[in-house]
């Protein structure tokens, strides 16, 4: 691998922990002003704040990573054949179990 793919897969890399503490930061600001807000009104919030791209990101990943037919396997199991199909408030499902792609 060329220096220049290692600082690729680097910026990716370090592009989704910002991604990820974006979304775990407007969690915590949201259990914390809102404290009164119901499990499934916190849960709503939390999966609005998981952005199309946000997934497209993990995929592209997991993708490149040799996963291409467990990504294709994960959009199935959601319903669709491509990304863009799918509805905005699985975003943070989807999210979660491609990142465990490879992990086990």
Known sequence: ???????????EEINKAANNLIVATKVLVTLCTESAASDDETKMLTKKS???????????????E?????????????????LSEIDQSEFSILLAE???????
């Open 1 to 11: 691998m060329s220096n220049k793919d290692e600082t690729k897969q680097a910026v």
């Open 66 to 82: 040799g996963h291409t037919a467990a990504v294709r396997a994960l959009l199935v199991k959601h319903g669709a054949t491509k």
């Open 50 to 64: 998981v952005t199309l791209e946000d997934v497209r990101a993990v995929l592209a990943e997991k993708s490149r």
């Open 98 to 104: 491609a990142e465990e792609l490879g992990n086990g």
